[in-house]
């Protein structure tokens, strides 16, 4: 593997059982989850009259996703599961209609089966809505939806035209390789992480602390290296911290939840990994699949 990855060896990094929150103002909490909530409504029930509000329907529903774990860390509340549930539908909803093949598609949202329009390709229908929206179906473990989305064209997110760098697309190559039981995961993963090597990418700060990250955790993973795998986990949280931590970014709702690192725990979880490492970022009720079936999805 690349010589980038943490080695196995204790001393490399000392294991943390605990990752505080970077502090987050919540004067305002509940006014501001009510704004959001009727934002994310409006914009869901106007989709079957414009689908391709999608993009910003999937912006919305996130940011109210992680805006609910403010208040509710854990994730412990039905409200807080709906809004992560409805995130999910909404992002697979998203390639649902971009690839889709009729006229209209069937997609649940919000309680409720709508008929959106197919979109073909969008502005929003790029890398990094694909591994949001990938993120998200593993976090609820929408298993048919991770499959649906790992059949998606890795050629259709190209065709966006958007700036990405390839480690982007090796990843989400990785992704779909390991879920479909496809060839080469190895040297698939390997290209991801050296595409993120800080010497040649444009944002080195954004790679190092949350794009590769997840990439280690997620090697530790299919290695079955339990300690290693927690290490990893433990760097992961404190890279997000301290990125979320600076002025600029502090007040930021995305930096509340780990998204990337909360995906791969899930993952790690349902394998069997013990997950010993606790923390605000990580919403310890989601990992544990409590709310998993409570309501048709």
Avoid at 39 to 51: F, K
Avoid at 87 to 101: D, H, L, P, R
Avoid at 138 to 165: H, M, W, Y
Wanted: one cysteine or more.
């Amino acid at each position: 593997m690349s010589a980038r990855f943490i080695p196995n060896s204790s001393e490399a990094y000392a294991l943390v059982s605990t990752v505080s929150r970077h502090h987050f103002p919540s004067g305002n909490a509940e006014a501001g989850l009510a704004v959001l909530q009727r934002n994310a409504q409006e914009e869901i029930d106007g989709l079957e009259a414009d689908s391709t509000s999608l993009g910003d329907a999937l912006g919305t529903t996130l940011t109210l996703a992680e805006a609910h774990c403010l208040m509710d860390p854990r994730a412990a509340i039905y409200p807080t599961w709906d809004a992560w549930v409805t995130a999910m539908q909404v992002g697979s909803a998203v390639f649902a209609a971009a690839t889709a093949t009729e006229e209209y598609v069937q997609c649940r949202i919000a309680h409720k089966d709508r008929a959106l329009q197919a979109t073909g390709q969008q502005w929003y229908v790029h890398p990094g809505t694909w591994i949001t929206a990938f993120y998200l179906a593993v976090i609820c473990r929408e298993k048919d939806r991770i499959t649906a989305l790992c059949q998606v064209p890795v050629s259709l997110l190209r065709e966006n035209g958007s700036r990405f760098e390839e480690y982007d697309y090796a990843w989400i190559d990785t992704l779909q390789t390991y879920w479909l039981g496809g060839q080469d995961l190895v040297p698939k993963l390997v290209s991801a992480v050296d595409g993120t090597d800080p010497e040649t990418v444009a944002d080195p700060e954004t790679v190092g602390k949350l794009v590769y990250p997840p990439m280690e955790m997620f090697h530790r993973f299919i290695r079955k290296d339990h300690e290693g795998f927690n290490r990893a986990l433990t760097q992961a949280l404190e890279l997000h911290k301290q990125y979320w931590s600076e002025e600029d970014r502090a007040v930021s709702i995305s930096g509340l939840v780990a998204l990337a690192p909360l995906a791969m725990t899930c993952l790690a979880h349902d394998a069997g990994i013990p997950v010993e490492v606790e923390s605000e970022y990580l919403p310890a009720v989601l990992i544990g699949r409590n709310w998993c079936g409570e309501f048709p999805t």
